[in-house]
């Protein structure tokens, strides 16, 4: 059975440091990492391939943010560190099946990806 489920989420200050996880149950696919902020599209942040050898990230979190998976443990997680409060979002993990590399924004935009888990919120205050 396929299912994503995120966790790791909560309220940082300024310039702390969260870790997501996406539990990627029956998965072995690209797998990104999404957000969507009040009144906003959702977002790609960062995106990985199945194999993990290709990565794409968004220009705001380029050099704050890594994202990372662990196939044995069947988990992707997102670090994201120097967080800023532009950053507030319900983050979502989802998953694509497709061998492709991901290295740009348009194979880690939302519409891609079928299968999504069901958010986890991210609040950083200022």
């Known amino acids: 059975q396929k299912q994503l489920v995120e966790s790791g989420g909560g309220l940082v200050q300024r310039g702390g440091s969260l870790r997501l996880s996406c539990a990627a149950s029956g998965f072995q696919y690209a797998i990104g990492w999404f957000r969507q902020a009040p009144g906003k599209e959702r977002e790609g942040v960062s995106c990985?391939?199945?194999?993990?050898?290709?990565?794409y990230y968004a220009d705001s979190v380029k050099g704050r943010f890594t994202i990372s998976r662990d196939n044995a443990k069947n988990t992707v997680y997102l670090q994201m560190n120097s967080l800023k409060p532009e950053d507030t979002a319900v983050y979502y993990c989802a998953a694509t099946f497709t061998r492709s590399i991901i290295t740009s924004q348009a194979m880690c935009a939302p519409r891609r990806y079928d299968y999504w888990g069901q958010g986890t919120q991210v609040t950083v205050s200022s």
């Open positions: 990985m391939s199945s194999n993990g050898g290709s990565t």
